[in-house]
């Protein structure tokens, strides 16, 4: 693994260690992959939310990652990211992360090296092992493999506020949503959750089961009486994240449900890889041959 300028590379440790210190609870944190602001949950990368919660116990080189969960709080051992394997035959094997007991021998020697303006990268067996990303999956790889890129975090502290929003019951519906639990939808739904209510971000559960593609809590939702135009906080809908995403049954679905063609969102509010034009930012985002969508276009007085 290539050395980091030491000017660049900080401990993540001081709050740790001034928890420790005064016996506080250490502080929860999120680790949040700033290319597409997902969080990661342990073995995989999720939305950000109660659910993606850490917090680090231990000293540089022998951390334990905790999870931060109500049941792991109620078990003493708890439960932490660790390598799948401390066979010294798998060091230099791409393998995936597991969430397990911390008495777990893959869950007792991770460190955190970077800074806020950097980001943060988790290593283990003494700098050995780097942590990268493959999808949404969470695997271990030699830090010098150059196989894949070292996967660099953001280390987000959770205030009491955070975390008061992220146990929402808004929170964990949409949550639910973006994660494909049609059991804790079904039973949120149940307790009479509105299918529509919204989060910090403005979300409804439509949004995410959208983006993720799931047609089977689609149409649960919809079924509900979702409003498949509703939009997030900067003005992003349910179709034009599937159509994003290139899920065209999401699309071809919806048609037929009459959503609204909406304005052409302002270029702050386009997520990275959405600065194109309008012609073409429409006919990716909908399911129609281009002379029909080109007429419905000058209708809309949207083309010169």
Known sequence: MKALSSTLLLLATTTFAAAETTKKAPPPFLLQDATDSLCMAGEDFRRCSIHTLWYVVGSPGSYQIKKRTQEAEQDEDGVCLAKKSCKDTDKDKILPTVVTKCSHCGAKDWNILGDSEHGYILTAADGHTCLIRVGKEVKTAPCDSGEKTQLTLQLQF????????????????????????????????????????????????????????????????????????????????????????????????????????????????????????????????????????????????LLP
Do not use: H, Y
């Open 158 to 301: 959770a205030s009491a506020s955070d975390i008061t929003a992220m146990s929402s019951p808004a929170a964990r519906f949409i949550g639910a949503a973006s994660d494909g639990d049609k059991k804790a939808i079904q039973a949120l739904l149940k307790e009479g959750i509105d299918v529509n209510i919204r989060d910090w971000d403005e979300l409804t559960a439509f949004i995410p089961a959208a983006s993720s593609g799931d047609l089977e809590i689609v149409k649960l939702l919809q079924k509900e009486g979702a409003d498949i135009n509703a939009a997030d906080k900067d003005g992003i809908t349910a179709l034009m994240e599937a159509g994003v995403m290139d899920i065209q049954k999401l699309q071809n679905s919806w048609w037929n449900k009459e959503p609204k063609l909406m304005p052409w969102p302002s270029q702050a509010s386009l997520p990275c890889g959405w600065q194109q034009g309008k012609e073409s930012w429409i006919l990716s985002s909908f399911s129609f041959k281009k002379e029909q969508m080109l007429q419905i276009l000058e209708l809309m007085e």
